[in-house]
């Protein structure tokens, strides 16, 4: 009975080893408890307590360093408090050594969370903050933040419910904030600019009445009163149907300048976004009217408010150049908003890591042009997070990039592999631990029974991420072309939608502009001239279609479909052959993928394959779709 009994246990055992359902994200470590950790007691020591796998660690204080960073030597850790300790304990964890500083102070995830628990542009399942809040969640949220640096958190949609900011959430948001607290996150909040009408009953919310601007310093006092570290607010005012001070002939200074003043005395921040696109601009090439709404704004801002604006300036799409915003308000902080959701690159359907397009950007805006960064978070209540195994990537390469915008797609993608995936399961059932010297070098692991040429899963999983974004955009949307999706959920291709009754800026046709002569949007001189809102050098090359990018081509230009393009070929050849060239790389990440199955826990396999055949069926779609309505013009019968 007993040796029954021994059996079972052992059996159950191998079976939770074998499960692997992503649940534990890139914090993958064994407990090992032998480090004896001399120092403060806090997160860092706990976590290194439990997981390091040497013997000593020293933890340090050092009131001179500079917030957040923290110095690797040997195995002492300094850093000027816990929370500089806590990154620099996830960092030796990591296998890091020397001395770390963030570029931000601001590395902020923005949740798209509606309070019924729904998420806006959310693949991977409800809310874990509202409705269905789960606080064991939340708090492995907070630690998995905390391994990324990432310090800061909007809990609700920018498309904001008045209801957030009512005494029975407010109590919820401080519950949260005490749980994410320890690990060095702050929380903010969307607030709905029309609330003191919805909530407090006031016959107006404009931003220059008294009684409303009373109303903001109430309500800042009494969240401040719950939180004392509360961040501050995020503000979506005056776009796509949201109130905001120009409901009452008031500039956004104005609006955000009342609410800044609310949360000043608190040290609060106002993060302003500059998604505003319709209403005062209609006719406007939609792409530019962010400059135009706020450019007579620039320098009229409090200190306390921050403009944060899309990488782009239209909507994440898979390519954009960046948006011209950053060159145009001199005197206003500002901070760039990136979406980790792919709402518009195959949600959590598809595998697409998304550090190479981010680092785009960062080419382009410099880092120490900003002073913040935002990601809008792909996590839900699935059991693996994000939906897709691989989505996890996003929002560990956002927070790597919030903290060192410098480190390349491909580190981050090795160290996200080796974290994630670092355990392979041998062929025949084995465990074999990843060993980077072996792996990385052309060895075999030491523990391996069967030949398992890890280097080269792993080489070649790496080359399937960093080529991922890039075929992304070739069979969806090659040489700058745009926003022709299907309506409203964004997945799929619907290029020749065209519906009277919606703003012309969401319809397809107008982004392609495909006729007789050619395709693409003229956006130089001679066309909507949103090209003069660059600064040089690009203003010039963007402007000149001999100048211009190919992979921005048909973003600025009205080209010939019979144009000769740099190699040679026409541009309806050359479009082609990116829709072709995307969907062998799908083709091909499948055949990678399939090799991989050795060496990866059945389940990820299995739930990362079929996704990839999904992926390639939608690629296809894509492909055939678009050319198909495409050659409609370019070969007339
Ligand atoms: O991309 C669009 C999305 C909307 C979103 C909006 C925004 C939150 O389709 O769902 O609303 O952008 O960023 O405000």
Redesign the pocket.
């Known amino acids: 009975m007993k040796r029954i009994a021994c059996f079972v246990v052992a059996v159950a055992c191998v079976i939770s080893a074998m499960a692997e359902d992503g649940s534990r994200l890139w914090l993958r470590y064994d407990k090992v408890e032998k480090a004896v950790v001399t120092g403060p007691e806090c997160i860092a020591a706990e976590e290194l307590r439990n997981f390091y796998p040497g013997e000593r660690v020293n933890l340090v204080v050092d009131a001179t360093m500079a917030a957040d960073a923290y110095r690797i030597e040997g195995t002492t850790i300094t850093a000027r408090d816990e929370r500089g300790l806590m990154y620099g304990a996830y960092a030796l964890l990591r296998g890091e050594t020397g001395y770390s500083a963030p570029q931000w102070s601001l590395r902020i995830l923005n949740h798209?969370d509606n309070l019924d628990g729904s998420i806006?542009?959310g693949y991977a399942g409800n809310s874990i903050f509202w409705e269905g809040r789960n606080d064991t969640l939340i708090k492995e949220y907070a630690r998995a933040n905390a391994s990324i640096g990432i310090n800061g958190t909007v809990l609700n949609?920018?498309?904001a419910s008045p209801k957030m900011l009512s005494a029975s959430y407010l109590q919820q948001v401080k519950e949260i904030a005490d749980i994410l607290r320890p690990y060095g996150i702050r929380v903010y909040l969307s607030v709905n600019f029309a609330s003191p009408m919805a909530l407090g009953g006031l016959a107006t919310a404009d931003p220059l009445d008294k009684k409303v601007a009373k109303w903001w310093r109430a309500k800042a006092k009494e969240i401040y009163k719950l939180i004392p570290d509360f961040g501050g607010f995020l503000v979506?005012a005056n776009?796509?149907g949201q109130p905001g001070p120009g409901d009452y002939h008031r500039t956004h200074a104005e609006g955000a300048n009342m609410l800044a003043d609310a949360v000043k005395p608190y040290g609060g921040i106002i993060m302003w976004?500059s998604?505003v696109y319709g209403a005062n601009h209609k006719g406007e090439d939609r792409v530019k009217q962010a400059v135009s709404e706020f450019v007579n704004d620039d320098g009229k801002f409090r200190d306390n408010v921050i403009l944060q604006s899309?990488n782009g300036p239209l909507?994440?799409q898979p390519r954009e150049p960046y948006a011209p915003i950053f060159d145009n308000m001199k005197r206003t902080p500002q901070m760039a908003?990136l979406?980790i959701t792919q709402?518009?690159l195959g949600q959590s359907r598809h595998l697409v890591y998304l550090a190479p397009m981010w680092q785009e950007f960062f080419g382009f805006v410099k880092p120490d042009r900003l002073v913040g960064i935002a990601g809008?978070a792909n996590i839900g209540l699935d059991k693996n997070w994000c939906g897709h195994h691989f989505s996890q990537a996003n929002w560990y390469a956002f927070g790597r990039l919030a903290w060192n915008p410098n480190m390349t797609s491909e580190e981050i993608a090795k160290e996200w592999l080796k974290a994630t995936f670092g355990q392979w399961t041998m062929g025949n059932g084995q465990w074999g631990m990843y060993n980077e010297q072996l792996t990385m070098g052309n060895g075999q692991p030491e523990n391996a029974t069967n030949h398992c040429p890890l280097s080269i899963v792993h080489s070649s999983l790496l080359s399937l991420m960093l080529r991922s974004r890039e075929a992304c955009v070739d069979y969806m949307m090659p040489l700058g072309l745009h926003h022709i999706f299907k309506f409203d959920h964004?997945y799929g291709p619907e290029p020749d939608a065209f519906k009277a009754d919606y703003p012309l800026e969401w319809c397809p046709v107008y982004y392609h502009q495909a006729d007789s002569a050619g395709i693409g949007f003229n956006r130089s001189h001679s066309g909507t001239n949103a090209t003069s809102q660059y600064a040089e050098p690009y203003r010039s090359l963007y402007d000149d279609l001999r100048t211009c990018p190919e992979q921005y081509l048909l973003w600025f230009h009205h080209v010939p479909w019979t144009y000769r393009m740099s190699n040679g070929r026409t541009l309806w050849e050359n479009l082609q052959a990116h829709y072709d060239h995307g969907v062998a790389e799908v083709e091909d990440f499948i055949r990678i993928w399939q090799d991989a199955k050795p060496y990866i826990d059945e389940q990820r396999w299995q739930e990362t394959n079929d996704r990839l055949l999904h992926q390639l069926d939608n690629a296809r779609e894509w492909r055939h779709t678009c050319l198909t309505y495409f050659r409609t013009f370019a070969e007339p019968s």
Do not use: L
């Open positions: 798209w806006e542009r949609n920018v498309n979506k776009s796509e976004r998604f899309k909507d994440f908003e979406q709402e518009y809008v964004h």
